[in-house]
Each structure stands twice: as structure tokens, then as C-alpha cells.
Antibody, heavy 116, light 111 residues
Framework: QVQLVQSGAEVKKPGASVKVSCKASGYTFTSHYMHWVRQAPGQGLEWMGIINPSGGRTSYAQKFQGRVTMTRDTSTSTVYMELSSLRSEDTAVYYC?????????WGQGTLVTVSS | QSVLTQPPSASGTPGQRVTISCSGSTSNIGSNAVNWYQHLPGTAPKLLIYSNNQRPSGVPDRFSGSKSGTSASLAISGLQSEDEADYYCAAWDDSLNVFYVFGTGTKVTVL
């Protein structure tokens, strides 16, 4: 069965970077795009960007351009999302989600807390 | 600041029908498929409706979706207590900077 398993919760100081992983199993890793979506406390879902695990091509939301980097490792079927220059407003649950148009499988979420 | 606008809340008693609207533009809903996600607190969002009106396997048929022009709707008929959740529409946006966008979200309360 398809599974997306994300790395554990992180606590970071303002200005630091965080790298969240999402390990895929149960399907052909390179056949499906992967999105990253976040939800800040009390807020809605926010799209961050997408990566094509086949060639590694990415597209980021304008809001995160210059601060986010999405990569993949095909040998371990894992995608990564790194967010730099963290600020308190980046405190959120971060999700990976499989798909291009419809996001049919989601990771369990990773809580990233930014606090001094 | 999402470009897909939803009412912040909707409610109904068990058994009632609830409808949630999603208003967009020609660059998103007007030219791309709309998907709906159900999000229960503490869990990952779940795909509820895809391609405007299709239900994934396992989603009860009391959930239905529709699209007309630059708007879409999600209907829940025979409302049940377990339907209390946040609901989001979503679509690709083909404006100058192509991006995927979620609606503002609607909290459904079962009275």
C-alpha cells in the first residue's frame, strides 16, 4: 500500500533552516509528483511547491521563492523540503502529498516550531 | 491570501444537506479541474472529490461535487457527525506564475 512517512517534529530558532523528509513506498517513486503543503496554527492549507521525482524539476510558490528548496533521492524514494531563514510565522505542520492535480496520498505531517 | 474563496463556516443538523461554495477565476477553476479535501484535526487531509465531481474509492456517495464557470460546490447530503471537519477546494492556477492553490477553507459543524 502507498505510504508517505515524514520525519519527526523539529524545533528551530529564528534564522535557522529546517529540512523535512518524506519517504515514499508502495508505488513507483518516479511516476508521481510530490507537493509540499503547510498549515500554520489556526490557518488554512497553504501550497509551498512541487517536485518531479523523475527529473528533480521543481516549482515553488512565489511566497517561498528563495527560501525553499525541494530535492529528491531516488535511491531511497525520499523527497526533502528545506526552508531557510525561519521566522515565527513558519511555525506550522508541513505535509508532503503525492500527485499532480489530485493529491491522493498524504504524509502524516511534521510539526516545525520556530521559537527563540 | 488564497485566490479561491470559500465561506468560513457552514452547519447543519444530522441528516440535512450542506453545500459549500468555492469561487475562483478563469485562470484556476475556469480552466482546471477542482478537487476537494476533508481535513480532520490532527490528521492528514484526505482527498474527497477529484476532477470536479469524481469520488475516490471509499468516499461515501453522500459527498458530491460540481463546477460551473469559475465556481465549484461541494454538497454533503445526509449530514453525519463524523462529517464535522474543515473542507478545502483546490485547483491549479495558470496565471503568470503557475501555482496550485487551496481555497480559504470551510469549517462544517454538525449541530
Amino acid at each position: 500500500q502507498v505510504q508517505l512517512v515524514q520525519s519527526g517534529a523539529e524545533v528551530k530558532k529564528p534564522g535557522a533552516s529546517v529540512k523535512v523528509s518524506c519517504k515514499a513506498s508502495g508505488y513507483t517513486f518516479t511516476s508521481h509528483y510530490m507537493h509540499w503543503v503547510r498549515q500554520a496554527p489556526g490557518q488554512g492549507l497553504e501550497w509551498m511547491g512541487i517536485i518531479n521525482p523523475s527529473g528533480g524539476r521543481t516549482s515553488y510558490a512565489q511566497k517561498f521563492q528563495g527560501r525553499v528548496t525541494m530535492t529528491r533521492d531516488t535511491s531511497t524514494s525520499t523527497v526533502y523540503m528545506e526552508l531557510s531563514s525561519l521566522r515565527s510565522e513558519d511555525t506550522a505542520v508541513y505535509y508532503c502529498a503525492r500527485g499532480w492535480d489530485l493529491l491522493d496520498y498524504w504524509g502524516q505531517g511534521t510539526l516545525v516550531t520556530v521559537s527563540s | 491570501q488564497s485566490v479561491l474563496t470559500q465561506p468560513p463556516s457552514a452547519s447543519g443538523t444530522p441528516g440535512q444537506r450542506v453545500t459549500i461554495s468555492c469561487s475562483g477565476s478563469t485562470s484556476n477553476i475556469g480552466s482546471n479541474a477542482v478537487n476537494w479535501y476533508q481535513h480532520l484535526p490532527g490528521t492528514a487531509p484526505k482527498l474527497l472529490i477529484y476532477s470536479n465531481n469524481q469520488r475516490p474509492s471509499g468516499v461515501p456517495d453522500r459527498f458530491s461535487g460540481s463546477k460551473s464557470g469559475t465556481s465549484a460546490s461541494l454538497a454533503i447530503s445526509g449530514l453525519q457527525s463524523e462529517d464535522e471537519a474543515d473542507y478545502y477546494c483546490a485547483a491549479w492556477d495558470d496565471s503568470l506564475n503557475v501555482f496550485y492553490v487551496f481555497g480559504t477553507g470551510t469549517k462544517v459543524t454538525v449541530l
